[in-house]
């Protein structure tokens, strides 16, 4: 084989690992697909907290109005728990809490519908004012506590007084612990809790 042969034949191999040096890019890009779609998901997560950030900016605005109207003092803080709007007024207007905790409820109640009227959906924000929510846990556990010890030692059902669903919670979860059985019974708002010795 003469030098130009050999010359012409070694031209031709060095253009065909361009080309297929050239193809390995083009391939490369392909596998970028999956990360791409897995980026798309995390604006959903992002936009629900969001979304419950945003109750609570809705909630706050609307008590700030009505605080103004009132012609009230207190200032309002905000805060995300387990994916719920917290709202808490702070405030020493006992007004704002009313006896047993209505007006308070009744406000909670006007915050939701606030939040659903701009979002379109029910939220599940819970409003405090005056640190009332607090007070009322400590003495609820207090009571679910005694009812406990008391059915312990009669082995009789322990019938409290109507609560709201929240401070049934509390004292359920309470009963819970101590290892004994509770139901709520009845129709709102006469709706009470039965604590029992468990089966």
Not at 57 to 82: F, N, P, S, V
Not at 119 to 127: E, I, Y
Not at 137 to 159: D, I, M, N, T, Y
Not at 160 to 167: D, I, Q, S, W, Y
């Amino acid at each position: 084989m003469s030098e130009q042969d050999k010359a012409a034949k070694k031209a031709s191999k060095s253009s065909k690992a361009d080309k297929a040096d050239k193809v390995e890019p083009t391939e490369s890009v392909e596998p970028v697909e999956p990360a791409e779609s897995s980026d798309q998901a995390e604006p959903a997560e992002a936009s629900t907290a969001d979304s419950v950030d945003v109750e609570g900016e809705i909630a706050a605005d609307y008590l700030e109005e009505l605080l103004d109207i009132a012609d009230l003092d207190g200032d309002i803080d905000t805060y995300i728990e387990a994916g719920r709007a917290h709202i808490s007024i702070v405030t020493t207007e006992d007004r704002l809490v009313g006896r047993n905790g209505e007006v308070l409820e009744a406000l909670q109640e006007l915050c939701r519908l606030a939040v659903m009227t701009q979002q379109g959906h029910r939220s599940r924000l819970m409003l405090d004012v005056a640190g009332y929510r607090e007070k009322r846990r400590v003495e609820l556990q207090e009571l679910a506590a005694a009812a406990v010890a008391e059915a312990k030692e009669s082995g009789e059902p322990q019938s409290l007084a109507a609560m709201n669903p929240f401070e049934r919670k509390i004292v359920h979860d309470v009963v819970a612990a101590a290892g004994l059985f509770s139901e709520s019974e009845g129709e709102e708002p006469k709706r009470h809790v039965i604590v029992r010795l468990a089966a």
